[in-house]
């Protein structure tokens, strides 16, 4: 037997040590010993009964500390904190610009990351040999592993194949943004990554015009770095939008003024737009005789580093709890 607690001990020691304990008896026997042998025997019974005895103390000590251990423990106390963890920073600037649209009615449409040719370039007006098509842009998809066939599965290189989608399934009026991540053939550097996250919008209704988009943007841009913010339209050229346009905002860092990241300009392009072209909506089953729509599509990193500051892109996608852990979690 062996005890596991103080009652079990005393138990024992009743058992071995007490008054009519096993060992004590031995003692009352001691005088049936020839005489020759009681010098021999009677050691080795005070030996025994030492060493139960001292055994005996050394459990008492063990049990006595584990007990007041216990008596110590609080239970009320709360379990060891878990760490929160933070929210990536290209998640918390995605979910701000949905956010700020979502107040003037636009909501959220996702498509494949895998597309089609017709999806991603062919409803969207571009000339069949339009660069942007090329292998240098675009990641086309095998379809038989090490078979470089003609193929039309990619991956899609804008969100823009999102808005095909919702014009082909849905009727007007139509407000979409279409968040996502998106993927160009391009080397990887500080400035520069094989995949990044756009947000792209899409209004499709009456009498929609650029007015209307500008207004739109203007709204955001102040939404999103402040109320002293300005805007500015610079003439363009997308395939999908006509007339088109790219935006500049004047440079959240400097206040306008010039800085380094700038260029000392005070402005800073943060996104692409324009009226969707007639042969767009045509292409998607839409009158264009009877709607029209504005379309603007920006970079969430881009967004991002304004807001944030982040110097390379790279950091974005290594995983580094070093940067992930300076963002707030909420
Ligand atoms: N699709 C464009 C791009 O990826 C952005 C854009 C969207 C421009 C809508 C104009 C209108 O660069």
Redesign the pocket.
């Known amino acids: 037997m062996k005890a596991q607690n103080l009652e079990e001990l005393e138990a024992l020691r009743i058992k071995y040590l007490s008054k009519k304990g096993e060992i004590t008896s031995l003692f009352s026997d001691f005088r049936n010993v020839p005489n020759e042998q009681k010098r021999e025997i009677g050691q080795l019974l005070n030996e025994l009964k030492t060493a139960a005895a001292d055994r005996l103390q050394e459990m008492k000590e063990v049990f006595e500390a584990q007990k007041a251990d216990a008596e110590k423990l609080d239970l009320t106390r709360t379990p060891d904190p878990i760490p929160m963890g933070t929210r990536h920073p290209l998640s918390l600037v995605r979910e701000e610009i949905v956010d700020i649209f979502s107040h003037i009615g636009f909501t959220v449409a996702e498509g494949p990351e895998v597309e089609d040719d017709k999806h991603v370039y062919g409803m969207l007006n571009f000339a069949p040999e339009h660069p942007a098509r090329d292998m240098q842009d675009t990641f086309f998809i095998e379809k038989e592993v090490g078979v470089q066939k003609p193929t039309d599965v990619l991956l899609r290189?804008?969100t823009?194949s999102v808005q095909t989608r919702v014009m082909t399934s849905q009727k007007p009026p139509i407000r979409v943004l279409c968040p996502g991540r998106?993927y160009r053939n391009e080397a990887i550097s500080a400035r520069a990554h094989c995949f990044f996250h756009?947000v792209?919008g899409l209004y499709i209704d009456k009498d929609v015009s650029f007015a209307d988009l500008r207004q739109v943007l203007l709204y955001f841009a102040r939404e999103m770095f402040g109320a002293d913010t300005k805007i500015r339209l610079r003439p363009s050229y997308?395939p999908?939008?006509e007339p088109?346009a790219e935006m500049d905002i004047s440079c959240n860092i400097c206040g306008g003024t010039g800085c380094s990241f700038c260029k000392g300009t005070g402005w800073v392009e943060i996104?692409?737009?324009?009226m969707v072209d007639p042969n767009v909506l045509e292409s998607c089953g839409i009158d264009s005789k009877e709607y029209t729509g504005f379309?603007?599509?920006m970079g969430v990193e881009r967004i991002t580093n304004l807001k944030y500051r982040v110097k390379d892109l790279r950091l974005f996608s290594e995983n580094d709890i070093r940067f992930l852990q300076q963002f707030e979690s909420c």
Not at 271 to 274: A, D, E, P, Y
């Open positions: 290189s804008h823009s998106v756009q792209e997308f999908f939008t088109s996104l692409g737009c324009g379309a603007f599509g």
